[in-house]
């Protein structure tokens, strides 16, 4: 099979090449799917398991791509719940080979039937996005009706989805980003809008309940003073170093979810849910869409089978 393989741990992006893999071996619990659309993370080529397996062994080459939507071509022994020729999506696990491949094998429970009337594309983009944002404002954070979020990089793919949420859940709404993105964070229904870039955003952003942080860095530490006492700061960037005071900090990473995915995926259905696709590119011409420098408003998306 065609597939995206890394071997250079120091060649980030660049290190990207399409060559030819074995077909995949299906293990207990597993199935094979056939990959139709895929979701790649850039920042998965720092992680340590895109490098080494759970025993710290060398897994490279290794296939790099996270997110998956296709149809079931293959069971492993004991695999229950998913059906040959089934639609579905979901995430793939960090410490195996991923999913810009032709085919991929997953652990089941990490997989969620996918809806007819949704394009595998589409799919593609909502497993770690949807779920980082689920997790982030309601699992950690547990926002509220009534209470205030302040969501940095509200129109990125994590933040976009966060603000749609925590609007429907009736919170009030602070999206953060560079000026070019007010317009699009306030048509998701975000209350405010502040620009990163302006020296005193900090201050106009007042106390809030909730900080829901994708950046880290200066950004993240300078937004601990916001949380008010008893409210709480999540972050998938990096470990804070400061707290708040009267608070929290958790730093997450984002986990499958079955029923969470089934679950984002009928808000997609009812239109109360919308995912930002930027570029579509076939697997031959992945290596080019990921080429360091370039930047798509919205999610690219690997192409790998027709619909």
């Known amino acids: 099979m065609q597939a995206i393989t890394v071997s250079d741990r120091d060649a980030g992006v660049s290190g990207l090449t399409l060559t030819h893999l074995p077909y995949p071996h299906a293990a207990e619990n597993d199935v094979i799917v056939r990959v139709h659309a895929a979701g790649f993370t850039r920042g998965e080529l720092d992680w ?3 490098w080494s ?9 290794s296939v790099p791509g ?8 293959g069971l ?10 089934q639609r579905v999506f979901g995430l793939t696990d960090w410490a195996r080979d991923g999913s810009l491949a032709e085919y991929v094998a997953v652990e ?22 949807g779920l980082t944002a689920w997790q982030g404002l309601f699992d950690h954070a547990r926002l509220v ?13 994590v933040g976009s989805i966060a603000v749609q949420l925590a609007v429907e859940t009736g919170a009030r709404v602070i999206g953060t980003g560079r000026a070019a993105d007010r317009d699009a964070v306030l048509a998701l ?11 005193g955003w900090p201050e106009d952003a007042g106390a809030v309940d909730v900080v829901f942080d994708v950046i880290g860095g200066d950004i993240l530490d300078r937004s601990t003073a916001l949380v008010r006492p008893g409210g709480t700061l999540v972050t998938v960037a990096q470990p804070p170093t400061v707290q708040p005071d009267d608070g929290r900090a958790v730093f997450f990473v984002v986990e499958p979810d079955r029923t969470r995915l089934a679950d984002l995926a009928q808000r997609l259905r009812d239109g109360r849910l919308a995912v930002r696709v930027g570029e579509v590119h076939p697997l031959t011409e992945a290596v080019a869409a990921f080429a360091p420098g370039r930047r798509v408003a919205g999610r690219t998306i690997i192409r790998v089978a027709e619909d």
Request: charged share 15%; no cysteine.
């Open 66 to 73: 996270h997110e998956v939507s296709g149809v079931v071509e």
């Open 189 to 199: 229904g975000a209350d405010a809008f502040l620009d990163l870039g302006a020296a």
């Open 108 to 129: 089941a429970r990490n997989l969620a039937p996918l809806p007819a009337d949704i394009g595998h594309t589409v799919a593609a983009a909502l497993p770690i996005s």
């Open 145 to 157: 009706t009534g209470q205030t979020v302040l969501i940095h990089g509200a129109a990125g793919a």
């Open 48 to 50: 340590p398991a895109t």
């Open 76 to 85: 492993g022994f004991g695999t229950t719940g998913l059906t040959i020729g």
């Open 53 to 61: 397996d759970r025993a710290g062994r060398d897994r490279t080459p």
